[in-house]
């Protein structure tokens, strides 16, 4: 069975930073892109980053220059660190994961495999 559980999520004061993290477990992690989405309150679900097991990333313009991700293949963990946060950055976030390439899941983000349940990140003005 195929998991994928977020945690970092909190409340942060406009300007600051948050680091999540997911942890997958059920999947040869390898063959996976892992990615981050969110969604606010009201709002479609939205892309954020991807990133393949080679290290190849996307990242949606809404948050370039303000967020880094990142993988541990050995630990089947990855991570999202952002900065310079805003009060629309506030949303749930989730780890999602499908098998494939980093342009898949820019072209198609309906596409995700496995989805974890999120995490909430509310950043205060």
């Known amino acids: 069975q195929v998991q994928l559980v977020e945690s970092g999520g909190g409340l942060v004061q406009a300007g600051g930073s948050l680091r999540l993290s997911c942890a997958a477990s059920?999947?040869?992690?390898?063959?996976?892109?892992m990615g981050w989405f969110r969604q606010a309150p009201g709002k479609e679900r939205e892309f954020v980053a991807a990133?393949?097991?080679?290290?190849?990333?996307g990242q949606a313009d809404s948050m370039k220059g303000r967020l880094t991700i990142s993988r541990d293949n050995a630990k089947n963990t990855v991570a999202l660190q952002m900065g310079s946060l805003k009060p629309e950055d506030t949303a749930v976030y989730y780890c999602a994961a499908r098998q494939g390439s980093v342009p898949q899941v820019l072209n198609n983000n309906n596409g995700m495999t496995y989805w974890g349940k999120g995490t909430l990140v509310t950043v205060s003005s």
């Open positions: 990133i393949s097991w080679s290290g190849g990333r």
């Open positions: 059920g999947l040869v992690f390898s063959n996976y892109v």
